[in-house]
Structures are given as C-alpha cells and as structure tokens.
C-alpha cells in the first residue's frame, strides 16, 4: 500500500521561503516513473508546480522557475519542494503526486501554504 503524506507548509510572508516534504511509503521512489508537486488555490483549477522524471529531469511551472526546487532524497525515501521568494500567488493546497511504472497515480493530502502580502 503506497502512501504520501506532505509536510511544511505554513504561513510566510511574501518574499520568505518554506520546504515542503513528501514522504513516501509502500514503495520506493528510487523506482518511481515520475512524482512531484501540484497545487491548487480556491476557485482554480489543480496545476502541476514542479515534477522529477526518472533519471532525474525536472519541470517547473513557468510561474516559479528560479524560486523553487524540487529534490529527493533516495535514502529517506522523500521528495522536498524548496520554495523562495514566496508571493501572494502562491498560495495554495500543496499535493504530492506519484506514479510508477505500471500504477495508478497517488496523491498526498495536502498541505496549506499561505504567502501574506
């Protein structure tokens, strides 16, 4: 049984940072085809923020490229979301997302991140 659960998510004021975490259980991420982060604000629809392909290739939404980073740490079996310069329009419900080869998607719970003007 697979399971992700987010952390880190907070109230910040615009300009600060915060990281996320995704831990995952069940399976390894080392294997994973593709996970990442979406995120979704009230009234708007869920967008994709920033997504590891396997072997290691990376995508960002145009909207945070150059303020967040997404990594992985094999070991502990997480995936972290590093965000700067935070800013009003980034706030949202964080959701982790996975998929393996060969499986459904699985999503996180979410996590609350509010960048105050």
């Known amino acids: 049984q697979v399971q992700l659960v987010e952390s880190g998510g907070g109230l910040v004021q615009a300009g600060g940072s915060l990281r996320l975490s995704c831990a995952a259980s069940?399976?390894?991420?080392?294997?994973?085809?593709?996970m990442g982060w979406y995120r979704q604000a009230p009234g708007k629809q869920r967008e994709l923020v920033a997504r590891?392909?396997?072997?290691?290739?990376?995508n960002y939404a145009d909207s945070v490229k150059g303020r967040f980073t997404i990594s992985r740490d094999n070991a502990k079996n997480t995936v972290y979301l590093q965000m700067n310069s935070l800013k009003p329009e980034d706030t949202a419900v964080y959701y982790c997302?996975?998929?393996?080869?060969?499986?459904?998607?699985?999503w996180g719970q979410g996590t609350q991140v509010t960048a105050a003007s």
């Open positions: 590891i392909i396997i072997g290691g290739t990376t």
């Open positions: 997302n996975a998929r393996w080869v060969g499986s459904a998607d699985y």
């Open positions: 069940g399976r390894p991420i080392s294997s994973v085809f593709a």
